[in-house]
């Protein structure tokens, strides 16, 4: 599946990614199918990618270039002035998946985009309505990715609405 599908709607299905430059297109097409209460869950071993794509998501939306370094310790990172607001959670350190509570999840999830790395954290409270998005390192590769999108929910209808 190439990048132009995007322009069609949502694509389900994997796409091969061969640059970063690659992902920060992917991610810059999808901020066009988003709308806030949105939650992207981004999957994925260290280092493949998820912050990469966050980054550029969070750009695309932002009115001035923001600096996006990973909440792997804060956990939650909001960005304002972005349209809609984007919350991006990292869970990687979260302990108890009613933790995320604390850190406003009702809040982001009523008025806000919420891009969430290591969403299997969130246990039980993972939303039905999402768009799941699995980065793989290719085999024998020292670049490229493999992408996937799995549409979840409302989601799953998300290309008729674009």
Do not use: C
């Not at 979260?94 to 954290?121: F, H, K, Y």
């Not at 969130?122 to 490229?144: C, H, Q, W, Y």
């Amino acid at each position: 599946m190439s990048l132009e599908k995007l322009e069609q709607g949502l694509p389900a299905g994997t796409l091969r990614i061969e640059h970063e430059e690659d992902m920060r297109v992917l991610a810059v097409r999808l901020t066009a199918l988003v709308k806030t209460g949105d939650v992207i869950t981004l999957q994925g071993t260290l280092g493949a990618g998820k912050t990469a794509f966050a980054r550029a998501f969070i750009n695309a939306l932002s009115p001035a270039p923001e600096e996006v370094p990973s909440p792997t310790f804060t956990l939650v990172q909001v960005y304002d002035q972005a349209r809609p607001e984007i919350w991006h959670f990292d869970l990687y350190r979260l302990e108890e998946e009613r933790d995320i509570l604390e850190l406003g999840w009702d809040e982001a999830r009523r008025g806000a985009v919420s891009l969430v790395e290591w969403p299997e954290r969130l246990g039980t409270l993972l939303p039905k309505d999402r768009l799941e998005i699995s980065i793989a390192f290719v085999p024998d590769s020292d670049n490229a990715r493999e992408v996937t999108f799995t549409p979840h929910g409302k989601w799953q209808f998300r290309q008729n609405d674009a």
